[in-house]
């Protein structure tokens, strides 16, 4: 039987790596998505998914049981991610790698794509688009609509994990899909 | 253009599973009947699908082999001493109840310390305060010297004399030592 996530925080607490390696097993495949939501780079997401659990378990006698371990681990990968994209920010470009393609970001998943190179194509094509319309919003919106869209929680939770109102959170997400709608009117 | 009375931002929250279960049930029995909402939902769901397809496209890419022990390493490279995770552990885990925090535990063995080291090496009733031990020697004799200028490794020293009633004032541009 699969232990709880309490569980699982209870034996870290008591320094058990084993219990923790399950945590990570069980979120990092989430905690990597948010992070590829908000820095549209695999490598960058990784590395700040693997960062935000070393925090946690480096933090984990501090965790009060009160709250929900996951939407404390979804809180640090999005503030890490948040930072790496403000220092990405201030760093010149040095490749121009950007917009063709080629990056680690952007292109699509052959296994995932329709098998007609014309439709591979334009999946590619409607694949980009929405990952720079994604980019075009601020970390914040970001953040709502991915926690929102892709991780399916509640607004309860998002406020919780930005430390916002519920009120924030439903101003955020409608500015958000407002904001997407408007980029990518011509493929809803 | 058509437009609706019902508030897109409750299609909103009608799309995310928000209203309780009456208000629900009425905003989806408007829904299925109004053009306007209908188009509004179908475009949050639209939105919806492409943000997840987006991520889950590059997610699928992404290589999870090595992911714990990228984990594993970082862990090791904050690890805080060891010292302080035993302190954290018996704070959280094995103080007893009835044994006080950690403050009042550390100023009563600090109390206690103190207490042995007196009881077995009292201080001589006869000695007296510490005081620097050779009296300085006096560079300046009158009381006209003025310090022209003072280097920012220059030492100064003041030593108030009771029985002469007089006050030394020592500069050292090049001292080295712990006293005059």
């Known amino acids: 039987m699969e232990s709880s996530d309490w569980e699982l925080v209870r034996r870290c607490k008591e320094g058990d790596r084993q219990a923790f390696r399950e945590l990570v097993e069980r979120y990092q495949r989430k905690t990597v998505a948010i992070a590829l939501g908000m820095l549209h780079d695999r490598e960058d997401a990784l590395e700040v998914s693997q960062e935000a659990f070393a925090k946690v378990f480096t933090n984990i006698q501090q965790f009060k049981e009160e709250a929900s371990f996951y939407t404390w681990l979804y809180r640090i990968v999005v503030n890490l991610a948040i930072d790496r994209q403000r220092q990405k920010s201030r760093q010149p470009l040095l490749d121009d790698d950007q917009g063709n393609g080629e990056s680690g970001g952007v292109d699509a998943t052959p296994a995932a794509m329709n098998s007609d190179p014309y439709e591979q194509v334009k999946d590619k094509e409607l694949g980009d688009r929405i990952r720079m319309a994604i980019a075009e919003l601020t970390p914040a919106h970001k953040a709502v609509i991915l926690l929102r869209e892709v991780e399916g929680l509640s607004y309860e939770e998002i406020s919780e994990i930005l430390q916002c109102s519920r009120g924030t959170v439903m101003s955020r997400l409608h500015y958000a899909r407002k904001r997407l709608q408007s980029l990518l009117r011509h493929d809803l | ?180």
């Open chain 2, 1 to 180: 253009m058509n437009t609706c009375p019902r508030s897109e931002r409750v299609v909103a929250l009608f799309h995310d599973d928000e209203l309780d279960s009456p208000l629900r049930r009425e905003v989806a029995s408007h829904v299925a009947g109004c053009v306007v909402c209908t188009r509004t939902l179908a475009a949050f769901e639209r939105v919806q699908e492409l943000v997840a397809q987006a991520v889950s496209e590059q997610l699928e890419e992404s290589d999870f082999s090595n992911f714990w022990e990228g984990v594993a390493s970082r862990i090791d490279q904050q690890a805080p001493p060891s010292w302080r995770l035993w302190l954290q552990l018996w704070r959280e885990r094995l103080r007893p109840a009835w044994m006080p925090g950690t403050p009042v535990w550390v100023a009563t063995t600090a109390a206690l310390l103190v207490t042995t080291v007196l009881v077995f090496h009292p201080p001589a009733k006869d000695s007296p305060l510490p005081l620097p031990d050779p009296a300085p020697t006096v560079l300046a004799a009158n009381d006209q010297a003025q310090i022209e200028s003072l280097s920012s490794t220059a030492t100064v020293f003041l030593w108030n004399e009771q029985e002469g009633n007089a006050t030394v004032i020592w500069v050292g541009d090049d001292y080295e030592g712990d006293r005059p």
